[in-house]
């Protein structure tokens, strides 16, 4: 709460804080399974839940709808790539290629959200 009495979050804010926290949640279980299980899919999972948290914490800066339709935009691809590399992984293939895309667009994602905020 603030020196008001009212809570410090604004209904956005607190969106994309649960978004974070729940992707932080998931990665915590899926190192914590990776561990007792010696299951490579779950690395996958933690990966990227990890690396989806990077666009997520940057969106609630970004003022402009078109800057947020893009910015969610490439997190619907990152989610789309990473979950067919985890679904590849998980039925015993490689996914080599796959990977590679979606760590450049996690790179991609944080470039593009320095790009928004530097234009606000």
């Known amino acids: 709460m603030n020196k008001f ?5 604004n209904k956005t804010e607190k969106f994309y804080a649960k978004m974070v926290g729940i992707l932080l949640l998931t990665a915590i279980l899926s ?5 007792i299980y010696k299951q490579a899919f ?8 990890v690396t989806l948290c990077l666009p997520l ?3 609630q800066h970004i003022i402009k709808k078109e800057h947020l339709k893009m910015m969610w ?3 619907g691809f990152m989610v789309l790539i990473g979950l067919s590399m985890t679904a590849f992984t998980f039925v015993g293939r490689t996914n080599g290629p796959l990977f590679m895309i979606y760590i450049f667009s996690a790179l991609g994602s944080q470039i593009l959200a ?7």
């Open 57 to 59: 914490s940057a969106m």
């Open 73 to 75: 935009a490439l997190i």
């Open 5 to 9: 009495g009212r809570f410090a979050l």
């Open 114 to 120: 320095n790009y928004y905020l530097s234009k606000r």
């Open 42 to 49: 779950l690395f996958d999972l933690a990966v990227i839940s």
């Open 31 to 35: 190192v914590l399974g990776l561990l």
